[in-house]
């Protein structure tokens, strides 16, 4: 995907929150004027401003990651901050690719297989009946 972009000439910034916070950070404000969020992503070697990105591609993101030292209470109340830093990202105004939203309700099998159904894909085993009717 990333190759194809460049080849395209479309800036890529990539980030896996499994970096977020160790390496990567951001800093994030609303602005005063259009009440959006602003500021930016600073990574391991490139930064993006928020009123820059145009889209994000979501896809197999690691978990966020702690130092070993921490207590599990901290190592929570650190996921917890973690998540609502990463929010300002899932905040910005633009298209995704695997909402991390939707991704969360599409983990859950009974509404993915609901989903599927509707969408008029059968299990194999349910195919196959139908055909021998």
């Keep these: 995907m990333i190759a194809e972009l460049n080849h395209r ?4 910034h990539r980030l ?4 977020f916070p160790q390496v ?3 800093s994030a404000y609303i602005g005063p004027y259009d009440k959006r969020w602003a500021g ?3 990574a391991q070697h490139q930064n993006a401003a928020f009123d820059r990105v145009t889209s994000v591609y979501y896809r197999r993101p690691s978990p966020f990651r702690f130092t070993d030292e921490m207590s599990e209470a ?5 996921e917890s901050e973690a998540r609502a830093g990463f929010g300002v990202l899932i ?5 995704w690719i695997n909402h991390p939203h939707r991704n969360a309700v599409a ?3 009974p509404i993915a297989l609901a989903t ?8 194999a085993q349910d195919a196959d009946h139908q055909q021998s009717r």
């Design 91 to 95: 905040a910005l105004p633009c298209p």
């Design 74 to 78: 901290d190592a929570r109340w650190a």
């Design 116 to 123: 599927a159904a509707r969408c008029g894909l059968h299990r």
């Design 16 to 19: 896996d929150p499994g970096s």
């Design 24 to 26: 990567a950070g951001l």
């Design 107 to 109: 983990s859950v099998t």
């Design 9 to 12: 000439g479309v800036r890529v």
């Design 40 to 42: 930016s992503l600073k």
